[in-house]
T-cell receptor, first 115, second 112 residues
Framework: GAGVSQSPSNKVTEKGKDVELRCDPI?????LYWYRQSLGQGLEFLIY????????KSGLPSDRFSAERTGGSVSTLTIQRTQQEDSAVYLC?????????????FGEGSRLTVL | DQQVKQNSPSLSVQEGRISILNCDYT??????FLWYKKYPAEGPTFLIS?????DKNEDGRFTVFLNKSAKHLSLHIVPSQPGDSAVYFC???????????FGQGTRLTINP
């Protein structure tokens, strides 16, 4: 499809397990973002990739969270040793050029439930 | 700390009337502001934006007003339609930063 694609759409896991969430941005978009939305909260910035530049990881809540973007396209967000407070909808967005002059296009999100 | 706040978690409006969604921000370091709309099980979609040097931007039924002295912006939808029922997020783009700071969202329900 032409939009941002995320998988899985739903993930239920046990506390302490690792999870990987995948994002396939819109083709040609150089900027990629991960946000998360916890219950009743706004969208919380996690990490930003722009081209070949070093990512902005300032929003990652702990060292259990990491993300990579291979070949300037697909991105994977990894959460190690999941905790119940990690339960949220994880949203990926891409943009043609980054924020300057560009809006963000969001995927449908990956709902993570940690039991 | 750059914060964007939406203090009303929900709003109910009758079809055909005006919907007014409010947003406050805590400092003046935002370059522009955006409104996103989110339906259940879908990602947010861009609705309208306003530069920090403007005080109004209009697009069809949607108008955003920016009051810099009050650090307040609002989204007006008129006339409201049932398809406008969604969660609306206000967001600020900080100067020099490549990320958006979002509010908590307001759930708008349009009643027939």
């Amino acid at each position: 499809g032409a939009g941002v694609s995320q998988s899985p759409s739903n993930k239920v896991t046990e506390k302490g397990k690792d999870v990987e969430l995948r994002c396939d941005p819109i083709s040609g978009h150089t900027a990629l973002y991960w946000y998360r939305q916890s219950l009743g909260q706004g969208l919380e910035f996690l990490i930003y990739f722009q081209g070949n530049s070093a990512p902005d990881k300032s929003g990652l809540p702990s060292d259990r969270f990491s993300a990579e973007r291979t070949g300037g396209s697909v991105s994977t967000l990894t959460i190690q040793r999941t905790q119940q407070e990690d339960s949220a909808v994880y949203l990926c967005a891409s943009s043609l050029t980054g924020l300057v002059g560009g809006e963000l296009f969001f995927g449908e999100g990956s709902r993570l439930t940690v039991l | 700390d750059q914060q964007v706040k939406q203090n009303s978690p929900s709003l109910s409006v009758q079809e055909g009337r005006i919907s007014i969604l409010n947003c406050d921000y805590t400092n003046s370091m935002f370059d522009y502001f955006l409104w996103y709309k989110k339906y259940p099980a879908e990602g947010p979609t861009f609705l309208i934006s306003i530069s920090s040097i403007k005080d109004k931007n209009e697009d069809g039924r949607f108008t955003v007003f920016l009051n810099k002295s009050a650090k307040h912006l609002s989204l007006h939808i008129v006339p409201s339609q049932p398809g406008d029922s969604a969660v609306y997020f206000c967001a600020g783009a900080p100067k020099g930063a490549q990320k958006l700071v979002f509010g908590q969202g307001t759930r708008l329900t349009i009643n027939p």
